[in-house]
């Protein structure tokens, strides 16, 4: 899934090296293949999650980037928390895992 790419910056580490290899080719297709973009866009498909929820961002994730995280949750209008975790890349941290079962809890309770 693809969040917030122009954001993301120009990358050409994994995931998001597909756009910028494509791009770097063909240089007059940028304006639509951004425009594009946007409509897979889990920032902009954020803004139609009717749940609460809970995300988590790991500071040094090279596979989701933090920004990307941050794009999402900015978009959610529902209820919402956010986990950071400054030393912790894609793999959630144990302690992150507890506070999604509570967050489950709470919920079906």
Same mark, same amino acid.
């Given at each position: #899934?693809?969040?917030?790419?122009? *954001?993301? *910056?120009?990358?050409? +580490?994994?995931?998001?090296? =597909? $756009?910028?290899? !494509?791009?770097?080719?063909n $240089?007059?297709?940028?304006?639509?293949?951004?425009?594009?973009?946007?409509?897979?866009?889990?920032?902009? /498909?954020?803004? %139609?999650? @009717?749940?609460?929820?809970?995300?988590?961002?790991?500071l #040094? +994730? @090279?596979?989701?980037?933090?920004?990307? &995280? !941050?794009?999402?949750?900015? =978009?959610?209008?529902? *209820?919402? +928390?956010?986990? &950071?975790?400054?030393?912790?890349?894609?793999? $959630?941290?144990?302690?992150? $895992?507890?506070?999604? /079962?509570?967050? /489950? %809890? +709470? !919920? /079906?309770?």
């Open positions: #899934m693809v969040t917030n790419a122009p *954001g993301a *910056g120009p990358r050409r +580490d994994a995931p998001y090296t =597909e $756009v910028p290899e !494509f791009l770097a080719h $240089v007059d297709l940028i304006p639509a293949a951004l425009d594009t973009l946007r409509y897979v866009d889990c920032a902009l /498909l954020a803004r %139609r999650i @009717t749940a609460r929820c809970l995300l988590s961002a790991g #040094m +994730d @090279t596979i989701c980037p933090p920004s990307t &995280v !941050f794009a999402a949750y900015n =978009e959610i209008t529902a *209820g919402k +928390d956010l986990s &950071v975790h400054p030393f912790t890349g894609h793999a $959630v941290p144990t302690a992150h $895992v507890e506070r999604q /079962l509570r967050h /489950l %809890r +709470d !919920f /079906l309770l």
